[in-house]
């Protein structure tokens, strides 16, 4: 059984810093990419990052420099740690799971998520 369970969400103000935790369970976790995506109200959910099991990552550009993807497969968890926010960034954020090789921009490519975890910037 599939689980991924995000946390580390809250309200902060414009500039602060967040570090969000996907825990996952069910699976061999090291042999799987995963990544991170968001959606706002009333937007589509969009690609943020990703990070394949060999520890390739790439970011969406609006957020190069400021977010980074990290994984621990000794404690089954992916990271993103969120800097510099901006009232833009505010979103829901969701993990999910990749596949062995790639990381597509799609979300219709990865087959589990978690409840994901409201993350609010203001300004």
């Known amino acids: 059984q599939v689980q991924l369970v995000e946390s580390g969400g809250g309200l902060v103000q414009a500039g602060a810093s967040l570090r969000l935790s996907c825990a996952a369970s069910?699976?061999?976790?090291?042999?799987?990419?995963m990544a991170w995506f968001r959606q706002a109200p009333g937007k589509e959910r969009e690609f943020v990052t990703g990070?394949?099991?060999?520890?390739?990552?790439r970011y969406v550009d609006s957020v190069k420099g400021r977010f980074t993807i990290s994984r621990d497969n000794t404690k089954n968890t992916a990271f993103l740690q969120m800097n510099s926010l901006k009232p833009e960034d505010t979103a829901v954020y969701y993990c999910?799971?990749?596949?062995?090789?790639?990381?597509?921009?799609?979300?219709?490519?990865?087959?589990?998520w978690g409840q994901g975890t409201q993350v609010t910037v203001s300004s």
């Open positions: 999910a799971r990749g596949g062995r090789v790639t990381l597509p921009s799609n979300s219709y490519e990865y087959d589990y």
């Open positions: 069910g699976y061999i976790f090291s042999n799987y990419a």
């Open positions: 990070i394949t099991r060999s520890s390739t990552t």
